[in-house]
Every structure is written in structure tokens, then in C-alpha cells.
């Protein structure tokens, strides 16, 4: 069937922080073909930027494809991106034939070729894995708000038995020295404040500088500090295996990076640790933890939990329980085990524990991670701190903005979107805090 080439275009990201990054430069690539932003509704192509990690999350991409069907029986040119592009591939037009287009996560620059394809009825499919990047073919830095993502490294080498990334991004790549500078640098320029370098494994960042020296993440973020109106850099998600001392060195030395780390865990107990392939131990991991807070004592932990991996026994969720509160985790995610087709851990069925038991575990993690969150937040009462404002509040005059350890704080102030002011920080929820400004 031929179609008219879309005029108007809608993209939905699904999943982590480097969808929401992917899905702004699609939304920059169709911007500069012509096309205009428009609501899912009414949008001539919807993009489902979709994410594979769990179970649940790939087999949203179907219900959401029978949601875009419209009142009249239409329905827009649709467009499945992402993991479960990369994972499911030409499967996806078998199972739900509505989809015209399917684009892995390293081929997206080459959408607007896809809906032209699309729109001459072709079979538009594309989950290439170049090995030249996309990002040198995707349009410059659009206008934005004042926190800004910036992808620096994608893929992963670590193959944890459970997890599907290494097969839906590929192998670690990291971007150069030079185009990550530049991206920053035209961030700035178009009003970012803060910076958020994005990787799977952002510390396994690894180049050269323009003298040809070999560089660390601790480098990169030693020169992106020298962007007069950069005023603070954060980086997620890192793997404790490439946590190296210059890193933890750089948390006490760089004003601007905030005083925050996530760094994943997954399991306190040793046995399960091996068994998920993880590369460290709890001591190991805890360890590091002690060399971080000895470099930035007022660091917030954040870290990510699987309960109920195939084989986890009481005894070893209760070293997870025990590893969690001897960090006092500030904030942390955590999920049930969802076994992945294709990954090694899939195929321990014989160790598979009931979903009743991890629930009833991850209810009992949440629990605690929940009372940590909260204590975390009220050690921040009376606090004197810096506030990035970021967008408007519900009530008339308040302002919603982020603290250095990423916590939301609403306030009353005339300070425009994007300023940073001093606060004094009066209230504390679980989720956020209140703030008094100081001027
Ligand atoms: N089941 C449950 N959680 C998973 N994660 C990754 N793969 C799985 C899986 N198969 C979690 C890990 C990871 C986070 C991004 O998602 O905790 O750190
Ligand atoms: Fe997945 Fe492990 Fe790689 Fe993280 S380090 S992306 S959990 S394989």
C-alpha cells in the first residue's frame, strides 16, 4: 500500500535514560526533514521508541501499536524503534502487521529513508549495526531545557547472564573525544545547564584527547569542567569493574560534578553474584563505595537490585538486605527477574523461583529502600544548598528544581527556568523536598 509521505510526526520513548536521548535526536532528525511536531492523536507517523530489559516492557509495544488506531478506522504510519526493534527485528511486522517501519538503536539516522521506503509500500527495515557512528548524521543540538542528556558510550561487553543489552546495543563503543566535546559545547549554546553523560557502561568511557593521551571518563569530565557555562555534570549507568581510582579521585576534585553515583550491585549475596556473572564481589563493590565516600563525603548512593535471579535462596536475599543498609542507599531501583529469550540465565529453569516469593521479596527490598530514601531526604533538612531551576510548579509562583544529589525540590521564587540559586532546604518527602529561597 502507498501512502503520503507524513507530514506531522509524534515520538514516544519507553525505558531508560538513553531512549529519552535517542528519542530527542529522532525528534531533531524528522524537525529537520520539514515534518512538525504533533500529539500521538493526530500525528501522520508515530515513533514507538521501545526498550526490550524486562518482559513486560517488550510486550508493551504491542498493546500500545492496537492503542494507535483512530476513531475512522485509521491509522498513522507506524514505526517501532529501539531494543525491541534491534531484539525482535522482521518478527515484529509477523506479529502485528500495522507496523511499516523497524529501526534498531544504531540505525535511527537513517529514518527519513525509511518512511520515504514506507510510503512507497517497501518493507522498511533497518537494524544494522555500522560500524561508522550514526550521531556524525544527525542534525546539530536543538533548542532545550536545562538539564540535557549526552550519549558518550553505548553497548556493553559485560554479558551479566540476565541481561539482553550487550545483544540489543552491541559491543561497548565509546564516542570521540572531540564530537562528545562538541555536543557539549553546542548544548551550552542552546541552554543547557547541567549535562548527564549517558552509557551503558558510561565509565567504561575510553579515547584520546586532541594530544592523543589516552582519557578516562575523569578526563572527559576534567575538560567538559572547562565550559565556562556548563555549571554541573552527572554521569549514569556505571559498572563497578571500571570504577577506577582517577574516577573516584575526580568526585573530590571537580566542583561541578554533583555529589551523586549510581552504581548497580544487583544482589548482596556472593552465590548469586557469580552465577549472574557480575565480575565482583559484595566486598569488592562495598569497597569501592568506602573509597568514594572517603573522596566525597556527602555523596548520594543509588544502585539497582534483581531479586528472585534463578537459584536465590532466603539466605541470599537477606545478604541483599544486609548489603543495602550498610550503604544507606539515597535512592535505588529494583526489579523482579524476568527471564530474557537468548540470555544465558533463561535457561536455568530448573532454578526458576516462584513469582509469589519474588514478589513478596521485592516488597520487602522496596520497603526498605523506601525508608533509606526518606531518611536520605531529611538529612538534608536545614540545609543551605544550590538549586537548578527547571521547570514551573503547580501552584501560582512555585518553581520546580533539583538539588546537587538529584533530589526535586519545589520552592517560591521569581528565578527563571535554567538559573541556579541558593536554598535553603525546610521540608522532606520521600519523593521530594521543600525549599526556602535564600534570595
Ligand atoms: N530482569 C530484571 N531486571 C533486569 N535488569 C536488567 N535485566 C533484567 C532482567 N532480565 C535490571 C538491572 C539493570 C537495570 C537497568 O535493569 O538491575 O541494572
Ligand atoms: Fe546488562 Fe550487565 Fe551490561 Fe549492565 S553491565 S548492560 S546489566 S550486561
Same mark, same amino acid.
Given at each position: 500500500?502507498?501512502?503520503?509521505?507524513?507530514?506531522?510526526?509524534?515520538?514516544?520513548?519507553?525505558?531508560?535514560?538513553?531512549?529519552?536521548?535517542?528519542?530527542?535526536?529522532?525528534?531533531?532528525?524528522?524537525? %529537520?526533514?520539514?515534518?512538525?511536531?504533533?500529539?500521538?492523536?493526530?500525528?501522520?507517523? /508515530?515513533?514507538?521508541?521501545?526498550?526490550?530489559?524486562?518482559?513486560?516492557? %517488550?510486550?508493551?509495544?504491542?498493546?500500545?501499536?492496537? @492503542?494507535?488506531?483512530?476513531?475512522?478506522?485509521?491509522?498513522?504510519?507506524?514505526?517501532? %524503534?529501539?531494543?525491541?526493534?534491534?531484539?525482535?527485528?522482521?518478527?515484529?511486522? @509477523?506479529?502485528?502487521?500495522?507496523?511499516?517501519?523497524? /529501526?534498531?538503536?544504531?540505525?535511527?539516522?537513517?529514518?527519513?529513508?525509511?518512511?520515504?521506503?514506507?510510503?512507497?509500500?517497501?518493507?522498511?527495515?533497518?537494524?544494522?549495526?555500522?560500524?561508522?557512528?550514526?550521531?556524525?548524521?544527525?542534525?546539530? !543540538?536543538?533548542?532545550?531545557?536545562?538539564?540535557?542528556?549526552?550519549?558518550?558510550?553505548?553497548?556493553?561487553?559485560?554479558?551479566?547472564?540476565?541481561?539482553?543489552?550487550?545483544?540489543?546495543?552491541?559491543?561497548?563503543?565509546?564516542?570521540?573525544? !572531540?564530537?562528545?566535546?562538541?555536543?557539549?559545547?553546542?548544548?551550552?549554546?542552546?541552554?543547557?545547564?547541567?549535562?548527564?553523560?549517558?552509557?551503558?557502561?558510561?565509565?567504561?568511557?575510553?579515547?584520546?584527547?586532541?594530544?592523543?593521551?589516552?582519557?578516562?571518563?575523569?578526563?572527559?569530565?576534567?575538560?567538559?569542567?572547562?565550559?565556562?557555562?556548563?555549571?554541573?555534570?552527572?554521569?549514569?549507568?556505571?559498572?563497578?569493574?571500571?570504577?577506577?581510582?582517577?574516577?573516584?579521585?575526580?568526585?573530590?576534585?571537580?566542583?561541578?560534578?554533583?555529589?551523586?553515583?549510581?552504581?548497580? /550491585?544487583?544482589?548482596?549475596?556472593?552465590?548469586?553474584?557469580?552465577?549472574?556473572?557480575?565480575?565482583?564481589? @559484595?566486598?569488592?563493590?562495598?569497597?569501592?563505595?568506602? !573509597?568514594?565516600?572517603?573522596? @566525597?563525603?556527602?555523596?548520594?548512593?543509588?544502585?539497582?537490585?534483581?531479586?528472585?535471579?534463578?537459584?536465590?535462596?532466603?539466605?541470599?536475599?537477606?545478604?541483599?538486605?544486609?548489603?543495602?543498609?550498610?550503604?544507606?542507599?539515597?535512592?535505588?531501583?529494583?526489579?523482579?527477574?524476568?527471564?530474557?529469550?537468548?540470555?544465558?540465565?533463561?535457561?536455568?529453569?530448573?532454578?526458576?523461583?516462584?513469582?509469589?516469593?519474588?514478589?513478596?521479596?521485592?516488597?520487602?527490598?522496596?520497603?526498605?529502600?523506601?525508608?533509606?530514601?526518606?531518611?536520605?531526604?531529611?538529612?538534608?533538612?536545614?540545609?543551605?544548598?544550590?538549586?537548578?531551576?527547571?521547570?514551573?510548579?503547580?501552584?501560582?509562583?512555585?518553581?520546580?528544581?533539583?538539588?546537587?544529589?538529584?533530589?526535586?525540590?519545589?520552592?517560591?521564587?521569581?528565578?527563571?527556568?535554567?538559573?541556579?540559586?541558593?536554598?535553603?532546604?525546610?521540608?522532606?518527602?520521600?519523593?521530594?523536598?521543600?525549599?526556602?529561597?535564600?534570595?
Amino acid at each position: 500500500m502507498t501512502r503520503p509521505i507524513p507530514k506531522s510526526f509524534h515520538v514516544k520513548s519507553f525505558g531508560c535514560q538513553m531512549n529519552v536521548y535517542d528519542g530527542e535526536r529522532m525528534t531533531e532528525l524528522l524537525g %529537520a526533514q520539514g515534518m512538525t511536531a504533533a500529539g500521538a492523536d493526530d500525528a501522520d507517523l /508515530v515513533v514507538l521508541n521501545t526498550c526490550h530489559i524486562r518482559e513486560k516492557a %517488550a510486550e508493551k509495544v504491542y498493546s500500545d501499536i492496537g @492503542r494507535l488506531r483512530r476513531g475512522d478506522g485509521t491509522r498513522p504510519m507506524i514505526a517501532v %524503534a529501539g531494543c525491541v526493534a534491534q531484539a525482535e527485528g522482521a518478527e515484529i511486522t @509477523r506479529r502485528a502487521r500495522e507496523v511499516d517501519i523497524v /529501526v534498531g538503536p544504531q540505525a535511527y539516522h537513517r529514518l527519513p529513508d525509511l518512511v520515504a521506503k514506507a510510503a512507497r509500500g517497501e518493507t522498511a527495515l533497518d537494524t544494522d549495526m555500522p560500524a561508522a557512528s550514526k550521531f556524525g548524521a544527525l542534525p546539530r !543540538r536543538a533548542k532545550q531545557g536545562p538539564c540535557a542528556f549526552l550519549t558518550v558510550q553505548e553497548g556493553c561487553d559485560k554479558f551479566c547472564t540476565y541481561c539482553v543489552v550487550p545483544y540489543t546495543r552491541g559491543a561497548e563503543v565509546s564516542r570521540p573525544w !572531540r564530537a562528545v566535546l562538541d555536543e557539549a559545547r553546542a548544548l551550552v549554546d542552546v541552554g543547557a545547564r547541567e549535562i548527564t553523560l549517558l552509557g551503558q557502561n558510561v565509565n567504561a568511557w575510553a579515547g584520546e584527547d586532541e594530544r592523543g593521551r589516552s582519557q578516562g571518563l575523569d578526563g572527559l569530565i576534567r575538560a567538559l569542567d572547562r565550559i565556562p557555562d556548563l555549571a554541573r555534570i552527572r554521569y549514569t549507568t556505571s559498572h563497578p569493574a571500571d570504577m577506577t581510582e582517577e574516577l573516584i579521585a575526580a568526585h573530590g576534585e571537580i566542583g561541578k560534578l554533583m555529589p551523586y553515583l549510581h552504581l548497580p /550491585v544487583q544482589s548482596g549475596s556472593d552465590r548469586v553474584l557469580k552465577a549472574m556473572n557480575r565480575s565482583h564481589s @559484595r566486598d569488592s563493590y562495598l569497597a569501592i563505595l568506602d !573509597r568514594v565516600r572517603a573522596a @566525597r563525603p556527602d555523596i548520594a548512593l543509588s544502585g539497582d537490585f534483581i531479586v528472585g535471579f534463578p537459584g536465590e535462596s532466603e539466605a541470599d536475599f537477606e545478604e541483599t538486605l544486609s548489603l543495602v543498609r550498610r550503604v544507606g542507599y539515597a535512592q535505588c531501583f529494583s526489579f523482579k527477574y524476568s527471564a530474557r529469550p537468548g540470555t544465558p540465565a533463561a535457561e536455568m529453569t530448573d532454578a526458576f523461583i516462584p513469582d509469589a516469593i519474588a514478589s513478596e521479596r521485592l516488597q520487602r527490598l522496596q520497603t526498605l529502600l523506601n525508608e533509606q530514601q526518606l531518611a536520605f531526604n531529611r538529612t538534608s533538612l536545614g540545609k543551605h544548598t544550590e538549586v537548578l531551576i527547571e521547570r514551573a510548579g503547580k501552584l501560582p509562583g512555585q518553581m520546580v528544581g533539583k538539588s546537587p544529589w538529584l533530589q526535586s525540590v519545589h520552592l517560591t521564587t521569581d528565578a527563571a527556568i535554567g538559573e541556579i540559586i541558593p536554598v535553603e532546604l525546610v521540608s522532606a518527602g520521600p519523593n521530594s523536598l521543600g525549599g526556602a529561597a535564600l534570595r
